[in-house]
């Protein structure tokens, strides 16, 4: 136990300020991500159970409840993504002799890789 | 008329105050002012009672680390003219316990920077007399940025995690392991790892990223424990190897 009087945080640190509200939000896109995860897999379990019983879960999904929760996922998702592509270059230092490779040297690429796979899919399922 | 600025400054003294409190003082706006200065003015010609730490005035000493309108920030940094005419609430770190009104315990923290025994390990040292340990300057790049802590403590009171997890070894130690794991002349890898890569350690660590973000000298200490956990991971999986663990 330290000595002296305590500060505590108190429950409600993630209201100080913007940063740790982003956190708290990068912490709960877990929830929503996990979810969409259970949907997935209840969706593959749906495709082996036979035609009709994917086309009633597709309604299901349809719905604006379901919309809205998507929307949200991806939203986390996006969140989830930029956090730590842009956590790449702290994690991984390429030096040439007493140069450090810039960041987005680092960072960039795996933008590019996220752009290109997302239009690829887009074109197989959009075709 | 002169101007001046109201600084709200934290009050707290064990053998008489039960609780905190805030004493308004109206001090000289002064445009090369710092909130350091303010509060040098306040104690010699106000109030003499005020506690606080203070050195060098210069950015070097990390002394004067304290929360500046609720960030924590080098209070010889912080200019008075960046708040006007606005208030100035001024109190001590946060998420470390207080010894009295701006001064805090920093036991803690002593504690844990020594635990990660942040000075050159060699395994065998070799004589004075044989000369120094030689080192490239594409070497001392390496760790040159987190040698740059001054201790001051600022992203302790950043880190909500080090507020919640009393056990968390935190930003600064851990950048200073980070420093001396990645300098050449150090063999003392192994011996930092028991503690820095720990569950106190490096994966305590959210990447809340604030400690980076509130650092006076841009050690980047969110940057250093992500550094260390590619290396821990990289040893886990070294490990697995069938010829991986006779290291």
Redesign the interface.
Known sequence: M????????GSK??L??G??FL?MLR?LSSVFIAAYLVFLLVLLHKVREGPAAYDAYLDFLWSPTMIVFHIVALAFATMHTI?WFN?TP????V?R????LHPALIAGPNYIAWVTVTALILWIVLK | MARTIKLEVFRYRPEIDDKPTFKSYEVPFREDWVVLDALNHIKDTVDGTLSFRWSCRMGVCGSCGMMVNGFPRLTCAAFLRDYYPHPIRVEPLVNFPVERDLVINMSDFLRKLKSVKPWIIRKEETPVSEGEYLQTPAELARYKQFSMCINCMLCYAACPVYGREEDFIGPAALALAQRYNLDSRDQGGQERRAIAFSDEGIWECTFVGECTTVCPKNVDPAGAIQLGKVTAAIDYFKLLLPWGRKT
């Open positions: 330290k000595p002296g009087l305590r500060r505590t945080m640190w993630w100080w300020r940063a740790y956190i912490e956090t956590l702290k994690a991984v230092v030096r002799g007493e140069e450090r």
